[in-house]
Each structure stands twice: as C-alpha cells, then as structure tokens.
C-alpha cells in the first residue's frame, strides 16, 4: 500500500471523551464566556480530589509556564537570583526563570528515573555553597509521564532548605510511593496544552499548600488589582487566568483521565512487546514504586543510530516521531549557563543523541503501533 493512503499517526494528539461539550454548552446558556466562572472553580475542586491531598490548593492558569511563572513570583525569585533546574526538559521549563532576569544552572538526569541527578544537584548545591549563593530553587521536571526521585531529592532540598517546585506537565496521573506527581514539591504545576495526556486546548495549573499563597496567586494572574472602587495597582499583574470554556473542557477530561493513563500504559507495553524484546530500543523504565503513564513512549536506540534519520523516514511512512528534549544546557539560548552532570558521560546529552520518541496518543490504536513498530525495525536493521 502506498505511505499516501495510509493514515496519519501523530506523536500524541488531544483525545476527547464526550463529557467536554456539556460543560461548554452549559457556559454558553449562562453566558459564562469570560475567564473566571463555575468551571474554572469547580476545575479547581476536581484537581484537587483527583490528586488525593486535600492540602493543596489549585490555581487554574491560561498555560503550564504561565504557572511556573507565578510559582517563581510567588518565591521572590528576581534579578541575579539561581534557579536549579533539570536540563533535560522542554524548554517551558526554565523560560520563566529568564522572564524573572534569574540565571538558571542546570542539572543532569540519572540513567534510571531519566530525572534529575541526586548526586548532580548534590554537587550544584556543594558549589553554591562554596561561592556563598544558594539557589532560590529548584525546578524538577517529572520527564515523559515519570516522576523523579523524590525520595531522595526532596532529602536533599531540605538539608540546604531551598524550595521545589515541581514541573509535572508531562506527569499527570503519575505517581510514586501511591503519592501523585504535582504534589512532591512546595510547588506543583501541570500542562494542558493540546499534546499533554488531557487537555483544554491550552491551560495550566499551578499547585500551592497554602491558602494564602492561592489567594495571592488569584491576585497576580488576575492584573493585581487593589481593593479599591477604581482601578489601582501596586504590583506588576498578569493576565494569565483560565477560561470558564476551556475550563469546562477540563471538566470533561479529568472524568476520562484513568482511561487515557491506561491506554498510554498498554501502548507502552506494545512498544516493548515488539521493540525491547528484539533488541531494538532500551525503554525508559519505571523502578520499583514508580508508577509511570507513559505520557510518551521513549527510549534509546541499543546501537549508535541517527535519530534525525528514523525521523525523516519515517515521516514519509507517514508517522511522526521526535527526538528526545534537546538539553537546555546545550541550547543557543543557555550557552552560558552552568551544568552539573550526572557523571563522566551526561545522560541528558546521551539520550538526545540517541533516543527516539514513539507515537504514544491514546487515541492510536494496536494497529497503528505495529505499524510503527515495523517500519522503525526495516529503518534499524538497514543501518
Ligand atoms: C508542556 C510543558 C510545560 C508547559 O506547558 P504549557 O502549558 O504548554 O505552557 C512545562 N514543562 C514541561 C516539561 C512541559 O512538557
């Protein structure tokens, strides 16, 4: 058959449940098209219980990094301030910490969680100490559906008693321990922009532990404005407050969410079903307590490949897959930050050179992922 009629697989596009147009039809008939509105709150409430930590307050934002932002607002990070943060990330991750004028230092991922380096951020935190400049905090990012290893980051954390905020945009539904991701550090923000593992066509959250820090972070996001009967201002604002439309789509995808968990989970299984076993790619796995959702299937090639290569070819078979996050410590706009490897060889560097990642939207069906996984094989065994 020819690649033309074949269809299209995307790398992980936005699947709805049908419960999303209920929500919107019920903010047309009150005529909530505004941001702020009942969906944007009772979205708040739902998070809040789906993370199972009725401490936390959430705060729902136009995007993920309109999130982090205020989180690093909300710290007082400002001009010549550090901010640590994982180098192997989107670059969402640590655009914020430039929005503030802070300078960001990045650290490395170890080879089992694909997160963040206990023994890099030691290292990073041993240095700041010897120049007397702690970081503000740390930015860990859950990678692919994953969470880092908090087990012995938040230890370490503490013992310097510099704040986490956790970037959990590519970790909803994940968890470690039975403790889910967006609720390890003093921070938590999630994605739900069109790729994520549900979406509201764009929009964010951030977490807090304190009712004060929300009422503040509601404040920020909503222009600053005092209480007085004009407008009057004191602090710089945002605008950056969630849609009452796109809220009820969130509404809508929180009530599938443990669907889309599971379908990422079994195309998972498929991949390495056909794809680990035959000695093809080494997949990122999950350690004992970790309970992954796949958000992306990725892994690293078992022999020295171009990933670039698998890229164009298989765009021809009409299937899109990307290359692994490039490093944020290898990127133009960094080129003068700090990096703390995790060892000798950066993983951060190793897994873009050499990793892939696969069609993973739960939308895809059995069918589509042999088919990936046939054409990635024909590519690997002719190189
Ligand atoms: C998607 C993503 C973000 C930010 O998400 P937006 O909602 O698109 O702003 C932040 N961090 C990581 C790691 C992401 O993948």
Redesign the pocket.
Known sequence: MSSKLKNKILLSSPHMGGLEMGFIQEAFEENWVAPLGPNVDAFEQEMVTYLQDEDLYAVAMT????A?HIALRLLGVGPGDEVFCSSL??I??ANPILYQGAIPVFIDSDSQTWNMSPEALERGFEESLKKNKLPKAVVV?D?FGQSADYRKLITICNKFNVPIIE?A??ALGASLDNKKCGTFGDYG?L???G??IMTTG???MLLVRDKEKAKYAHFLITQARDPAPYYLHSVVGNNYRMSNIAAGIGRGQLRVLDQRVSRRREINRLYRNELEDSGVIDFMTAPSGYFSTNWLSVGIFTKKVDPLCFVSKLAQENIEVRPIWKPMHTQPLFAKSQYYASSQNSFADLAFSNGLCLPSGSNLGNEDILRVCEAIKNIFYQE
């Open positions: 995007s993920g990094t309109a982090l990330t989107f969402a991750s990012v990678l970037d945009a590519e923000i994605s739900f922009n790729n994520k764009g929009g964010g």
